[in-house]
């Protein structure tokens, strides 16, 4: 299995209720995105691991919303107290180096009731 | 930062016939342009990609091009077969922040008429 893995691939949760998703990148990439995709929207960049250096929070849109990536392998990402606007399928993806080919995994969608 | 442009948002065109997408983007700076396709179901997948330093790039029936002067970049594909149908983004490279990462386009939906 060398492709990104992420898990759940669906998740239904109610309002308020804290979520976790997590992505397994392609062994080896040092370079780890987590995008969110809307209903009929593009994809909305969140954050950006690369190596050992501070991450890129600048796209995540708010302080509900947080991640990490333990050991430069695997990033779990967190919404705290979950809202129906957060709906959406988070996407990961990962490089082998900065400006490389980005691989995407399948997705995890959320629905939040 | 970065803001990429793409149209038109649903594309059908018969099958056999050509299809272009258009994008434009306005970072300057931007010089990395790669095309993704995305099935339903799945995550985007990276069909080609072009760098400034290049004006035209073509793998089999599928080609893109750059204009840097008018910031604008296309995806051409000839020939379109059924399994030619998913949604295309766009996406242009911007460095910001200390970081570097993609900026895409929301999406072409190409389908496919037999």
């Known amino acids: 299995g060398a492709g990104v893995s992420q898990s759940p691939s669906n998740k239904v949760t109610e309002k308020g209720k804290d979520v976790e998703l997590r992505c397994d990148p392609i062994?080896?990439?040092?370079?780890l995105y987590w995008y969110r995709q809307s209903l009929g929207q593009g994809l909305e960049f969140l954050i950006y691991?690369?190596?050992?250096?501070?991450?890129?929070k600048s796209g995540l849109p708010s302080d509900r919303f947080s991640a990490e990536r333990t050991g430069g392998s695997v990033s779990t990402l967190t919404i705290q107290r979950t809202q129906q606007e957060d709906s959406a399928v988070y996407l990961c993806?990962?490089?082998?180096?900065?400006?490389?080919?980005?691989?995407f995994g399948e997705g995890s969608r959320l629905t939040v009731l | 930062g970065e803001n990429v442009e793409q149209h038109p948002s649903t594309l059908s065109v018969q099958e056999g016939d050509s299809a272009v997408i258009k994008c434009t983007y306005s970072?300057?700076?931007?010089?990395?342009f790669p095309w993704y396709k995305q099935e339903l179901g799945k995550g985007p997948q990276l069909i080609i990609d072009?760098?400034?330093?290049?004006g035209e790039k073509k793998d089999q029936r599928i080609a893109v091009t750059l204009n840097k002067t008018a910031k604008h970049f296309s995806l051409h594909i000839t020939e379109t077969q059924p399994e030619d149908s998913a949604v295309y983004f766009c996406?242009?490279?911007?460095?910001?922040?200390?970081?570097?990462?993609?900026?895409f386009g929301k999406g072409t939906h190409l389908i496919i008429q037999p």
């Open positions: 993806a990962s490089s082998p180096q900065e400006t490389g080919e980005l691989f």
């Open positions: 062994s080896g990439h040092t370079a």
């Open positions: 691991f690369q190596g050992n250096s501070a991450p890129d």
């Open positions: 970072d300057s700076a931007s010089n990395y």
């Open positions: 072009i760098r400034s330093n290049v």
């Open positions: 996406a242009a490279r911007w460095t910001g922040g200390g970081a570097d990462g993609l900026t």
